[in-house]
């Protein structure tokens, strides 16, 4: 009789325990830092991007619904996410989405300092970002997982004054064989690195200096301007036809 006994409570327990698992989503990691440097444009500062995972441990496909809440970012920025369907606006704060028994999909949130991607960098506000997701099943609202984004821009904006950094700019852009600078005067060096963050080349500047980039594929680059003290004066997008 007592082993009868033990055995039910033994069935209960661990039916019990079956049932909270079916019923478990999570959010890995719980807490995902993530950073870019001004002065680097290989670090990628005008899209910072933290990426997560969430995952249905239940033995069914289930309809959940993620929802952001951005906790603390620096003036000029904006924020947006990422799930197993699609790359979403910075102003979708939720959206649902469904996830089979268990399997596992991403959840990625995205920083744009500049406010949105391949924006201008030049006057953006370094700092500190914060945004919290939480998923919830739909219908089910104990049935919920949360974790932290947090996005680190350092560095300094320009290297010289302000109005002069913004009288530089490429010409022709796009370019085809190659490009000038204009205002170059502060300038003694280029970097070019394509959108993926590697560098192609880097030369030395002087005014009216042709720079060849017959080499190079079509595609979008980014032109990393420095000045006479190794100061990152600015970045423009350059496009490749």
Same mark, same amino acid.
């Given at each position: 009789?007592?082993?009868?006994?033990?055995?039910?409570?033994?069935?209960?327990?661990?039916?019990?325990?079956?049932?909270?698992?079916?019923?478990?989503?999570?959010?890995?990691?719980?807490?995902?830092?993530?950073?870019?440097?001004?002065?680097?444009?290989?670090?990628?500062?005008?899209?910072?991007?933290?990426?997560?995972?969430?995952?249905?441990?239940?033995?069914?496909?289930?309809?959940?619904?993620?929802?952001?809440?951005?906790?603390?970012?620096?003036?000029?920025?904006?924020?947006?996410?990422?799930?197993?369907?699609?790359?979403?606006?910075?102003?979708?704060?939720?959206?649902?989405?469904?996830? /089979?028994?268990?399997?596992?999909?991403?959840?990625?949130?995205?920083?744009?300092?500049?406010?949105?991607?391949?924006?201008?960098?030049?006057?953006?506000?370094?700092?500190?970002?914060?945004?919290?997701?939480?998923?919830?099943?739909?219908?089910?609202?104990?049935?919920? /997982?949360? /974790?932290?984004? #947090?996005?680190?821009?350092?560095?300094?904006?320009?290297?010289?004054?302000?109005?002069?950094?913004?009288?530089?700019?490429?010409?022709?852009?796009?370019?085809?064989?190659?490009?000038?600078?204009?205002?170059?005067?502060?300038?003694?060096?280029?970097?070019?690195?394509?959108?993926?963050?590697?560098?192609?080349? #880097?030369?030395?500047?002087?005014?009216?200096?042709?720079?060849?980039?017959?080499?190079?594929?079509?595609?979008?680059?980014?032109?990393?301007?420095?000045?006479? #003290?190794? /100061?990152?004066?600015?970045?423009?997008?350059?496009?490749?036809?």
């Amino acid at each position: 009789m007592k082993r009868n006994i033990l055995l039910a409570f033994l069935f209960i327990m661990f039916s019990g325990m079956s049932l909270v698992a079916q019923d478990s989503i999570s959010l890995s990691p719980l807490f995902i830092s993530t950073g870019a440097d001004l002065d680097d444009v290989s670090t990628m500062p005008g899209d910072i991007v933290g990426h997560g995972f969430v995952t249905n441990h239940s033995d069914e496909t289930k309809t959940f619904f993620w929802k952001r809440t951005i906790e603390e970012v620096p003036e000029g920025w904006t924020t947006a996410v990422c799930d197993i369907n699609l790359c979403y606006f910075h102003t979708v704060d939720s959206m649902q989405f469904e996830l /089979a028994a268990g399997m596992q999909g991403i959840v990625d949130v995205h920083a744009y300092p500049g406010g949105s991607p391949g924006a201008d960098l030049d006057l953006v506000n370094p700092g500190t970002g914060k945004v919290v997701i939480s998923i919830t099943e739909v219908g089910n609202d104990e049935n919920t /997982a949360s /974790a932290e984004w #947090e996005f680190i821009l350092d560095g300094t904006p320009v290297g010289v004054d302000e109005l002069e950094a913004q009288q530089i700019g490429i010409f022709p852009n796009p370019a085809t064989n190659y490009f000038n600078i204009s205002n170059s005067n502060e300038l003694s060096q280029i970097q070019v690195f394509n959108i993926l963050g590697k560098k192609m080349f #880097e030369t030395n500047v002087t005014e009216g200096k042709r720079f060849d980039i017959t080499d190079l594929s079509k595609g979008i680059y980014l032109v990393r301007m420095i000045d006479d #003290e190794n /100061a990152v004066v600015k970045t423009i997008k350059l496009k490749k036809s």
